[in-house]
Every structure is written in C-alpha cells, then in structure tokens.
C-alpha cells in the first residue's frame, strides 16, 4: 500500500514536471512582449488642485503604466509622461484630484492609431457626487481629453 502510494506521488510529480517544462517551453519570453511608445498626459483638475495618480486603459482592462520620466507641472496642468504598448488601439485615462481617491471612473475611451510614435493627449478631470439620499454619497470620476496628437 505505502509503495503504490509512493509510486503515485512520483507519477504525479513527474507529470507536473513535465507539465512545466511545456509550458516553459511555449510560454512567450519577456523579449517577445509588446513594445511601447511614449504618451504624454496632460490633465487639469475641473475643481482645482492638480491630478496625482495614475491609470490608463489600452483596451485589456485598467493598470498602471511605466513612467517614462518625471510628471511635470505648467499653470495648474499636470503632465504625465507615461510608456504604452504600440498595439494600443484604444485610451482611458483616469486620476485623482484632491484628495477624491476612492471615486469610482465613469468616462471615455478614445480609439487610437497603434504605432510607435508618442501620442499626445490633453484634457481635464472632473470628481463630482451623486447622493442617493439617506445620507449615502457616490464620487464618480470622468476625464474627457479635448486633444489626441501623434508627434
């Protein structure tokens, strides 16, 4: 009985080592993983301050991209200077003003020529309330851009 149990374990924990080395052996390198461009953000806060934070959507759900350098500030703008993939055929942008961490993203997605030249986008964020009474407040978040240019 011990030695069956034993032979099965080492049945088992050749398959899963087997199993591992497919997968190790078709599974893509980081080599092979999409190249990026530059996207410079500038944003302005509709209520004051300025936008800290970050996160973009390219069209595979929201994350938070590479920086490819400092975020700078101009007058109240804020520009974030930021690494996407050159598949990227779409853009969400979201952040947070003063303080508004929590709200949740309600806004636009905009469609974007894939390439490898830097995309320049502009625009504002908005972090407003809505209450639905008994005292139960929602902040919801949008950022439209005004402005999408290739240089």
């Known amino acids: 009985m011990i030695v069956r149990s034993l032979r099965r374990a080492a049945a088992a924990l050749g398959v899963a080592i087997a199993a591992t080395a497919v997968f190790a052996a078709v599974a893509p390198s980081s080599a092979s993983a999409d190249a ?6 500038s944003l302005w806060c509709f209520q004051g301050g300025l936008p800290y934070g970050y996160s973009v959507n390219t069209g595979s759900g929201w994350y938070t991209p590479a920086a490819s350098g400092d975020a700078t500030v101009v007058n109240g703008t804020k520009t974030f200077h930021l690494l996407i993939p050159t598949t990227a055929g779409s ?6 003003c003063d303080g508004f961490q929590g709200a949740t993203w309600e806004g636009y997605s905009y ?4 390439g490898t030249s830097t995309v320049n986008a502009s625009g504002y964020c908005n972090t407003y309330p809505y209450s639905v009474g008994y005292g ?9 851009l005004s402005s999408i240019t290739y240089s």
């Open 91 to 96: 853009l969400a942008v979201n952040t947070y």
């Open 136 to 144: 139960i407040t929602y902040w919801f978040t949008y950022c439209p």
């Open 111 to 114: 469609g974007i020529t894939p």
């Open 36 to 41: 990026l461009r530059p996207l410079n953000v």
